[in-house]
Nanobody
């Protein structure tokens, strides 16, 4: 079992920045890949980005490429999502999740956090 806890969400003005954290505990050797997803109001949950735990390999959704950056601190078992130049359409609940391989689809991810709300005010 892996437990994931997201934090860092909140309300921010358009153009602002936020950094989300995802702390993993439990059998963290299963957290080979950490991914971020989001669900906007009335929308399906969508892929944001992911990072391989043991190497600096990342994949981003086109909608966030160049604005969002994923990083990780292996010593702290924590993954970060730095979000810059936020737009109102980035408003969503953001989730982190773990997978065994790099993937952009939800069905590849086996453990999920509870989510943290990000609201971008125009």
């Amino acid at each position: 079992q892996v437990q994931l806890v997201e934090s860092g969400g909140g309300l921010v003005q358009a153009g602002g920045s936020l950094r989300l954290s995802c702390a993993a505990s439990g059998h963290t050797d299963s957290t080979y890949v950490m991914g971020w997803f989001r669900r906007a109001p009335g929308q399906k949950r969508e892929f944001v980005g992911c990072i391989r735990w043991s190497a600096v390999t990342t994949i981003y959704a086109e909608s966030v490429e160049g604005r969002f950056t994923i990083s990780r601190d292996n010593a702290k078992n924590t993954v970060y999502l730095q979000m810059n130049n936020l737009k109102p359409e980035d408003t969503a609940v953001y989730y982190c999740a773990t997978a065994d391989y790099l993937a952009t689809t939800q069905d590849a991810y086996n453990y999920w956090g509870q989510g943290t709300q990000v609201t971008v005010d125009s």
